[in-house]
């Protein structure tokens, strides 16, 4: 995989697949091997070029551990489809790359044909304040949980109580977790980027077409919050994917990657 100078950065991407593109972009942690299980291929064989990346604070493309701003990174994916020329383009984004895909908007209609946001919000509440809060304290902190505690708390933070009343499932998915290393200094910057100030009020200027998916069991980015990203947004519409977490695209693949390729495939695509 390339790894290219972009936005001050060094950047890892990759590209699947042939035809018009779609950039993916991951939430606080992920790196860009979480899409390919699942909608990557889905994508490709809807006849997308599917671009993946890490984002910054995820090697190998640079951590930036002296921190990083939402802008930073809006700056990294539109230094990314510039270089490779192929603008606009579709982004997908979750969770805070959903912040990221809805800034990219925003600022860079140019670049954006659509964009698809999911597990997203346009601003912090208390309890999603706290959290982030707790979180970065904990890090800071140099506490490190053993690993399956570690499991189980981001297994009850991210999965719907239909996966986690499923034993066979909930097994598979405390070993993968208790297998994720712990957070480095560049996920501790990604962190701060959660700490979203209100931006339903500017959302109103996206024109840029735009589906934002909610889970309706997350509690991380809960439905109500995502409800009103799409309110804000002049034409946006809006899909609620039941028995789903924040993990929604790994829960239930085959609705999320139905409601993706119906969107970037439908009326909207242009």
Known sequence: MPVVPVNGIR???????????????????????????????ALTAAGFRVVTFDNRGIPPTSECA??????????????????????????????????????????????????????????????????????????????????RYAAVLRALKSLSPRTLDDDAAVADWLDLFELAPPAGPGQRAQMEVSRLEDRLAAYRGIRVPCLVIAFADDLVTPPHLGREVADAIPGAAFELIGGCGHYGYLEDPAAVNKALVGFLTGPAAG
């Open 11 to 41: 950047l890892n991407y990759e590209e699947t697949g042939d035809g018009e593109t779609v950039v993916m972009i991951q939430g606080t942690g992920g790196g860009r091997t979480v899409w390919q299980l699942h909608q990557v291929p």
């Open 66 to 147: 002296e921190g990083f701003t939402l802008q930073d990174m809006v700056g990294d994916v539109a230094g990314l489809i510039e270089r490779l020329g192929r603008g606009p383009v579709r982004v997908v984004g979750t969770s805070m790359g959903a912040f990221v895909a809805q800034e990219l908007a925003l600022a860079r209609p140019d670049l954006v044909r659509q964009a698809v946001l999911m597990a997203t919000r346009g601003r912090t509440d208390a309890l999603r304040a706290a959290l982030t809060r707790a979180e970065t304290e904990l890090h800071d902190s140099g506490t490190v949980l053993p690993p």
